[in-house]
C-alpha cells in the first residue's frame, strides 16, 4: 500500500508491527487504553474522564456510523496516513455488506511546482532554520474547479471524501474531523512516512519540520477553527492499527468541563545533544532506551495535546482544540489581549550528566514580528528545579565587552572548529534550587550542565538565535544551525555587570502569608508580560484568580491535591497543571510531610508589550 500523509509518500507495507517501520523514535505511542502502571511518580499520560458521553474504540464501530450516513467526508490534521485509515474503515464496511468508494483530496492539491512557488515567500532561505507564518488558507493548496465537480457515486452504498480539507467541498455529508499529536507527527516525519502539503515525496526533517511550522500548520490550525464545532465525530488519529472516536458535542462538552476546572496536559520528550539523565531516572515510564532526554514538554500549547478517558478508552485532541471552545473562560481577562494563542509556556530542561546548552539570545518583539510573523517573542525565565553543588548558568556579558572582540572569535569558531573563550565575553552565576533567572530578549544566555530547569517563558519556543554550541554536534553527528547574525541583531550589550546580578537574578520576598503557608513573589523583569509566585504551605492554602489563569508546578514535595469545587485532582512532583481563568478560587492541600511549595506563573494585570 502507497501511505499518504497529505501529499504522496514512498511505499511502505501496512503490519501490524508496522509503528515500528512508520516512526523513528524509541517512544511509544499513547495506548489506545488505559494501562496499570505506578501511581506515585510523574505520569506521562493524564487523562480526564468523558463523564456525559462515551468514547469507542476501532474502525468496526466508526464503519457502523458511516454506514448510517451513506455520504461522509473525513477531514482532518496534516499527518495522517489517509490511505491506511480509508483501507481500514472500508475493510470493516465490507464486513456489514456495504460498497464503498472513496475518493482522496490528495488527488485534487494543485501540481507541486505550483504550490512551491505558493509557499517559497514564507520559507526564507534554504539555509536558514526558520521562514515566516505564512498568510496562505488550505484552499489555496487545491484545485477547487475539479472538486467542484466531484459528486457521490450513487452505484456505491458509501461515499467518503478524505484528507486534509475534505470539509471544504461542497459535499451535503456529515463531517468526521481526525486530530492527530504534534508529537506524533514529528516521529512519523523523521521516518519520511509523511510530506508536507502538496509534496510528492519526504524531505529533509529540518526543511519538513520549517515547512510544517511556517506553513502547513498555520494552514491547518486555521481550517480547525472554523470547522471544529460544526463537525459530528472527532477522532485520534495517532494508532497505526486503531483508532478512538467520540461524538463531537460529547468532547466540547468535555472541553468546556476542563475550563471550568484543574486540567494538565499530555507532555511529551524528547533526546538532544546536551541531554541528560535526571528525567530517565525519576520519570519511570519513560522509554529507558533513549540516550538522554533533553526535554520534558509540559505545556507548549501550540504543540501539547488534552486527553479524555470513557471506560477505559483514552482519545486526545489538540490543545487549540479547548481554546477553540472555551478560550476566553481559561485565559479570563488576558483573552482580549492574545485571543485563542495561550501565552504562557512551561519545559523542562535536563543536563545532569549532559552538556551545556548553546550561548544563545532570542529576538526582540519587533524583529520576530517583522521577520517570522509572530505576534509575542521568547522571553524566558530559568527556575532551578535541582542541580548539582557545581552547577551554574551562563546569563549576560561581562562588564569589559567587546562586542566586536566576541563576534570574531565566535565567527572563527564556526569556521575553524575552534573552541570560544565563553568566560572571557559571558558571566556566569552558580545555580541554586529555587533560584530564578530572568532573561527577556536580547539577553545573553545558557544553561550549565547538571541543571535540571523550568523553563517559564512566553509561548513562542523554536527562535533560540546560537552563537555557540561547544563544537558539539546532534544526535546525527551533525553540526546544530548557529545563527550569529540574528543573534547580533538582537544582543542587548547594556545587560552586562553587575546590572546582572541586580536585574536579572530574581529577588523573592514574602507577599502575603496566614497560618501554615505563604506567598513568595519572585519578581520577573520589567520585559516580561508575566510574573511568578511562590506558594510554600505545610497543610493547605486557598487560591484566588481575580479572572486571571494560573500555570502551576510542584517543585517541592511528593504530591499535592486540588480543590476546585467538589473536584479533586492530584499532581505530583514536576507536574504541570493549569487552572483557567473561569475559576474563582482553588485549594491546594499538601499530601506529603514536611512544606510543599508549588510554582505559579500568570499573565501581569498590567503587562503591556515587550520590546
Known amino acids: 500500500m502507497k501511505l499518504r500523509g497529505n501529499g504522496e509518500a514512498q511505499e511502505e507495507t501496512m503490519t501490524t508491527g508496522a509503528s515500528s517501520t512508520l516512526r523513528n523514535t524509541k517512544q511509544e505511542i499513547m495506548p489506545a487504553e488505559v494501562r496499570t502502571v505506578d501511581t506515585e511518580g510523574y505520569e506521562i499520560y493524564p487523562a480526564y474522564a468523558l463523564d456525559n458521553g462515551r468514547i469507542y474504540k476501532g474502525y468496526h464501530s466508526l464503519a457502523q456510523w458511516v454506514m448510517e450516513q451513506k455520504t461522509v467526508v473525513i477531514d482532518g490534521y496534516i499527518g495522517n496516513f489517509w490511505e491506511h485509515i480509508a483501507a481500514n474503515l472500508t475493510v470493516e464496511l465490507e464486513k456489514l455488506g456495504v460498497q464503498t468508494h472513496c475518493y482522496f483530496m490528495h488527488d485534487f492539491l494543485k501540481l507541486e511546482a505550483e504550490i512551491e512557488r505558493l509557499v517559497a515567500p514564507f520559507l526564507g532561505s534554504e539555509d536558514s532554520v526558520w521562514g515566516t507564518k505564512t498568510s496562505l488558507n488550505l484552499t489555496d493548496f487545491y484545485r477547487w474547479d475539479a472538486l467542484a465537480d466531484l459528486q457521490p457515486d450513487s452505484d456505491y452504498t458509501v461515499n467518503i471524501l478524505i484528507g486534509t480539507g475534505a470539509a471544504l467541498s461542497e459535499w451535503d455529508a456529515s463531517v468526521i474531523y481526525i486530530d492527530l499529536p504534534k508529537n506524533e507527527l514529528q516521529h512519523r516525519m523523521h521516518a519520511g512516512t509523511i510530506t508536507n502539503l502538496g509534496k510528492f515525496s519526504p524531505e529533509k526533517p529540518t526543511a519538513m519540520y520549517k515547512r510544517f511550522y511556517f506553513v502547513d500548520w498555520v494552514v491547518c490550525n486555521k481550517h480547525k477553527e472554523s470547522l471544529l464545532l460544526r463537525t459530528d465525530v472527532l477522532a485520534d488519529g495517532q494508532g497505526i492499527d486503531w483508532i478512538t472516536w467520540a461524538y463531537t458535542p460529547d468532547i466540547v462538552n468535555g472541553l468546556k468541563s476542563l475550563s471550568q476546572s484543574v486540567f494538565r496536559p499530555r507532555p511529551w520528550f524528547t533526546p538532544g545533544s546536551w541531554g541528560g539523565q535526571w528525567i530517565k531516572e525519576h520519570f519511570h515510564q519513560v522509554n529507558q532506551e533513549e540516550p538522554n532526554y533533553a526535554w520534558s514538554f509540559e505545556l507548549i500549547a501550540p504543540e501539547n495535546g488534552l486527553v479524555f478517558e470513557n471506560r477505559g478508552v483514552l482519545l486526545e485532541v489538540s490543545f487549540d482544540c479547548l481554546m477553540i471552545v472555551a478560550g476566553s473562560d481559561v485565559l479570563g481577562k488576558h483573552h482580549p489581549d492574545f485571543g485563542n494563542e495561550f501565552p504562557i509556556r512551561f519545559?523542562?530542561?535536563?543536563?545532569?550528566?549532559?552538556?551545556?546548552?548553546?550561548?544563545?539570545?532570542?529576538?526582540?518583539?519587533?524583529?520576530?514580528?517583522?521577520?517570522?510573523?509572530?505576534?509575542?517573542?521568547?522571553?524566558?525565565?530559568?527556575?532551578?528545579?535541582?542541580?548539582?553543588?557545581?552547577?551554574?548558568?551562563?546569563?549576560?556579558?561581562?562588564?569589559?565587552?567587546?562586542?566586536?572582540?566576541?563576534?570574531?572569535?565566535?565567527?572563527?569558531?564556526?569556521?575553524?572548529?575552534?573552541?570560544?573563550?565563553?568566560?572571557?565575553?559571558?558571566?556566569?552565576?552558580?545555580?541554586?534550587?529555587?533560584?530564578?533567572?530572568?532573561i527577556p530578549n536580547g539577553t545573553v544566555h545558557s544553561s550549565g550542565k547538571n541543571n535540571l530547569v523550568l523553563e517559564i517563558s512566553a509561548t513562542p519556543y523554536i527562535f533560540t538565535f546560537k552563537m555557540y554550541d561547544w563544537l558539539s554536534k546532534d544526535l546525527n553527528g551533525d553540526p546544530r544551525p548557529i545563527s550569529i547574525e540574528h543573534a547580533f541583531n538582537n544582543l542587548r550589550f547594556d545587560r552586562k555587570g553587575q546590572r546582572i546580578a541586580h536585574e536579572h537574578i530574581s529577588k523573592p520576598y514574602i507577599l502575603v502569608q496566614g497560618e501554615g503557608w505563604k506567598t513568595v513573589h519572585l519578581p520577573t523583569h520589567e520585559a516580561h508580560f508575566y510574573d511568578v509566585h511562590?506558594?510554600?504551605?505545610?497543610?493547605?492554602?486557598?487560591?484566588?484568580?481575580?479572572?486571571?489563569?494560573?500555570?502551576?508546578?510542584?517543585?517541592?514535595?511528593?504530591?499535592?491535591?486540588?480543590?476546585?469545587?467538589?473536584?479533586?485532582?492530584?499532581?505530583?512532583f514536576a507536574e504541570t497543571f493549569v487552572i483557567p481563568a473561569a475559576v474563582s478560587q482553588y485549594t491546594l492541600v499538601n499530601n506529603g510531610s514536611g512544606i510543599a511549595k508549588v510554582v505559579k506563573a500568570f499573565v501581569k494585570d498590567n503587562h503591556g508589550s515587550t520590546s
Open 347 to 438: 519545559d523542562l530542561l535536563d543536563t545532569f550528566e549532559g552538556g551545556n546548552l548553546s550561548i544563545q539570545c532570542h529576538p526582540s518583539l519587533s524583529y520576530i514580528r517583522e521577520n517570522f510573523g509572530e505576534t509575542i517573542t521568547q522571553d524566558e525565565t530559568y527556575y532551578i528545579l535541582d542541580c548539582t553543588p557545581d552547577a551554574k548558568v551562563y546569563l549576560g556579558f561581562q562588564d569589559d565587552i567587546d562586542p566586536a572582540a566576541f563576534r570574531h572569535e565566535l565567527e572563527s569558531s564556526v569556521e575553524n572548529n575552534t573552541e570560544v573563550t565563553i568566560g572571557k565575553y559571558v558571566q556566569t552565576f552558580a545555580a541554586a534550587k529555587h533560584d530564578l533567572f530572568l
Open 534 to 572: 511562590r506558594i510554600e504551605f505545610k497543610e493547605e492554602v486557598t487560591v484566588e484568580t481575580r479572572q486571571v489563569c494560573h500555570v502551576l508546578m510542584l517543585v517541592e514535595g511528593t504530591a499535592v491535591s486540588v480543590q476546585v469545587g467538589d473536584r479533586e485532582t492530584v499532581f505530583r
